[in-house]
């Protein structure tokens, strides 16, 4: 590691000092948002003063106290449920390891669906939300590296003052009560990280960053997923009203052939009335249905960062969604690491592991060194002349010694919010393999389902055929084909629900596998420990 590196080196029984490895690490404590010239400055006047192994050697010397996080172990579990994924179809295949790809809902290739994500990605205020979030994020965290390097500050004041006449000493040491003072002076205070307290701070913050950018990618799965389903839902919804609409005509047609055959006295009015109510059922289903799209569109306008009055150009269909064939199944050890749920569980688990030792060091020694030095003088121009300089040198030691015992009970609460983290983190693990397992089992019902309405529709579809072919014979009275008819668009409106319910499925088991997001285009997602600590997911 470039932290562990040697920074002198004996030549000759001298010690030589490694400039390019110093200029690593002071490179590597510079805040990241600061400019290049400041580090060749801070490095060429510390070296010229030959001071700078003196300014590095804390940093060599010191530790961070505190336990250092490690990687979860990823679960033993190699499935997701005891029983052999199987497919049910040819409609579609599980496909074990297969990778999600970034935008995912093309592989309902709907156009519409696709305009209506981007739309929402550009739009949605949770997620313009989320991005402000890791942006603040990320700025504490560059405010807290600024504490590796010492503290500048210049001073410039000039002042006008009167002494007291009558003093005693006055009319020995001043000729005249008034008197001008100017006064400019640099200090320059640092704290050395002896027991690595700002290291841990910085470490937490770092988790705290990447915990943000995996809420950020949290919610820009859950906007698309909302979008991919709400879609779904208005398509379903349309097929349902329409096949309702035609349940509802046959039901209408059927009573009125009731009522011709009761004035004619061929029928009890208790078939006439029964048949009234089957229509008033029918037609009670209808305004329900109509409600749900209404609000299905309401909530799509949210999605789109819109108010509910925005007229939104695309109207889904059933026909225009198409199921997705091969299924992506991921092994539960590559789960962990696509989950954006986990992933943040695992990054505020760092962060609390990091919190244990700010903790501790804040119950150790604290170094502090300070310098001074400036000019002072009565008049301007002989401000800088010699004999008015002066300059201080400066260093405390401070150490806790009473304070009621409040930083031992912060160091064990720091212990036992470490504890809670990792029984979260353990929670949200089983939670997304629950996820996984719930909408695998799902799409396997779905399958079924819509086999047993496909062949239900089919049947219901041939005896209508045959129906007809008997009324146009006269083997069947004209109520019989109505019967079928109604029949029919029952079994056609259960394989409308069969179907949205696949599709929705589907959707759902892409988001519960983290929705491919490290594939996306504007997604750069390196390690926030890695070379590269703030290459943040969203934020350009």
């Known amino acids: 590691m470039r932290r562990k590196e040697v920074f002198f080196s004996e030549e000759k029984n001298q010690k030589t000092f ?28 510390l070296q010229k003063k030959k001071i700078l192994p003196y300014f590095l050697m804390p940093a060599l010397t010191g530790c961070a106290v505190g336990p250092d996080f490690h990687k979860p172990t990823p679960p033993a579990a190699e499935a997701y449920s005891p029983a052999k994924l199987v497919s ?8 074990q ?13 709907s156009s519409h669906l696709d305009a209506l994500v981007h739309r929402a990605l550009d739009a949605n205020p949770s997620l313009q939300s989320a991005q402000a979030a890791l942006l603040a994020s990320r700025e504490n965290l560059y405010a807290q590296e600024g504490a590796f390097l010492p503290s500048i500050s210049a001073t410039f004041e000039p002042t006008r003052n009167k002494t007291a006449t009558r ?9 005249v009560a008034y008197y001008t003072l100017i006064t400019a002076q640099l200090s320059v205070s640092y704290a050395p990280d002896i027991w690595g307290l700002n290291r841990r701070q910085v470490e937490n913050l ?3 960053t990447e915990a943000q950018r995996f809420q950020l990618e949290a919610a820009y799965l859950t906007l698309t997923s909302n979008i991919v389903t709400a879609s779904i839902n208005e398509a379903s919804l349309r097929a349902q009203i329409k096949a309702t609409q035609q349940i509802i005509l046959a039901e209408t047609d059927l009573l009125g052939v009731l009522k011709k055959q009761y004035d004619l006295g061929q029928v009890a009015e208790v078939d006439m009335l029964a048949q009234q109510a089957a229509l008033a059922q029918a037609q009670a289903t209808l305004p329900p249905l109509q409600k749900q799209l209404n609000q299905q569109r309401d909530a799509l306008a949210s999605l789109l960062g819109t108010s509910p009055d925005t007229l939104i150009p695309e109207q889904f269909t059933l026909d225009e969604i198409s199921l997705p064939k091969d299924i992506p199944v991921s092994v539960p050890a590559a789960l962990v690491n696509q989950r954006p749920d986990v992933r943040q569980a695992e990054a505020n688990l760092h962060a609390a592991c990091a919190n244990v030792g700010v903790a501790i060091a804040n119950r150790l020694p604290l170094l502090n060194l300070t310098a001074s030095g400036g000019t002072q003088s009565n008049y301007f121009h002989d401000l800088f002349a010699s004999g008015n300089g002066f300059w201080t040198l400066a260093a405390s030691l401070t150490q806790p010694v009473f304070d009621g015992g409040a930083l031992l009970h912060k160091a064990r609460a720091a212990r036992a919010a470490l504890e809670q983290s990792e029984a979260d983190y353990r929670t949200t ?15 396997q019902a779905d399958a079924d389902a819509v086999a047993a309405t496909t062949q239900a529709a089919q049947s219901a579809e041939a005896t209508l055929r045959i129906v007809r072919l008997q009324v146009s014979l006269g083997q069947v009275a004209y109520l019989g084909i109505l019967n079928a008819q109604q029949t029919a668009l029952q079994a056609e409106l259960n394989l409308v629900l069969a179907k949205a319910s696949r ?3 589907t959707a759902a088991l892409f988001q519960s596998l983290g929705g491919g997001w490290w594939h996306r285009d504007d997604a750069r997602v390196r390690d926030l420990r890695g070379d590269d600590p703030l290459a943040i997911v969203g934020i350009h």
């Open 167 to 175: 003093s005693v000493s006055f009319a020995a040491s001043q000729p």
């Open 429 to 443: 693990t089983l939670s997304a393999f629950q996820n996984v397992a719930d909408s695998l089992a799902a799409l």
């Open 503 to 505: 599709l929705s499925d």
């Open 97 to 109: 390891g297969m990778d999600i790809p970034g935008q995912w809902w093309t592989l309902f290739h």
């Open 206 to 208: 770092v988790a705290q």
């Open 18 to 45: 490694n400039f390019s490895a110093a200029s690593r690490l002071v490179a590597m404590t510079t805040p990241l948002r600061a400019g290049a010239g400041i580090k060749v400055f801070l490095l060429l006047f």
């Open 88 to 95: 049910k179809d040819d409609a579609q295949t599980y496909v």
